[in-house]
């Protein structure tokens, strides 16, 4: 994983780069208090990820990402058109000073995000989500939020911000926490959500 995270920033010709998980991996030894930060696989808009993850049913444990000073952090960063993450479950720790922060992927630019599922906590300063900071484009399909989650602003168990995409059969069962009473953009599934956008089959528990 770390290595994937080094070739695909390394030039936004490795951006379609696929991947299959063959076995549970433990983050602890690359990324903790001690050994610093995760750095997120396609870590800009420049350089996004692009290509297919399948995450084989597998888990990835101990992400850890301490008070990021730069926006977009998750596992992956930034996903845009026809990246695909699938059938991986994350856990692990993300506290952030600014936003787009989510479990999976911190913003998903017309990219599919399907059947995963996230756990632990996430928190940042807005569009923060389970599964996704933002959705812009493409879709979340049969994904489980089980982290808790807080923001300032801007905050929703899969994803914070939906605009142009879908989120289908989606199921959020953590705790989901604004600050300074922000009651407009905060909710289960999605906080804030534009025209041309489906929400479909999905429940809240949080």
């Keep these: 994983m770390k290595w994937l995270s080094y ?11 696929n991947a299959r998980l063959m076995a549970d991996i433990d983050l602890s030894s690359v990324c903790s208090a001690t050994a610093g930060n995760w750095t997120p696989i396609g870590n800009s808009y420049t350089i996004s990820y692009k290509g297919t993850f ?4 597998k888990a990835i444990s101990n ?20 990246g695909v993450i699938k059938d991986l479950s994350v856990s692990g720790k993300i506290t952030s000073t600014t936003r787009n922060v989510g479990l999976l992927a911190g913003y998903n630019h017309y990219g599919q995000i399907i059947h995963c599922i996230s756990s632990g906590s996430a928190s940042g300063s807005s569009y923060v989500g389970g599964i996704a900071g933002q959705q812009g484009g493409g879709s979340i399909t049969q994904c489980v939020n089980k982290a808790e989650l807080s923001s300032d602003q801007n905050i929703g168990g899969i994803t914070a ?7 289908t059969d ?15 953009t ?16 999905c429940l809240n528990m949080g």
């Excluded at 990402?65 to 996903?79: D, H, K, M, P, V």
């Excluded at 989606?170 to 009651?183: F, M, Q, S």
């Excluded at 905060?186 to 089959?201: C, D, L, P």
């Design 7 to 17: 070739y695909v920033n390394a030039s936004s010709a490795h951006a379609t780069t």
């Design 54 to 57: 399948d995450g084989n049913g």
């Design 63 to 82: 992400l850890y990402i301490a008070n990021a000073t730069t926006e977009i952090q998750g596992l992956f960063g930034y996903i845009s058109k026809y």
């Design 161 to 167: 911000f939906c605009h142009y995409a879908s989120i």
């Design 170 to 184: 989606c199921l959020n069962k953590g705790n989901v926490k604004a600050g300074k009473n922000d009651n407009k």
């Design 186 to 201: 905060t909710a289960g599934i999605v906080g804030y959500t534009m025209s041309g956008s489906t929400i479909k089959n």
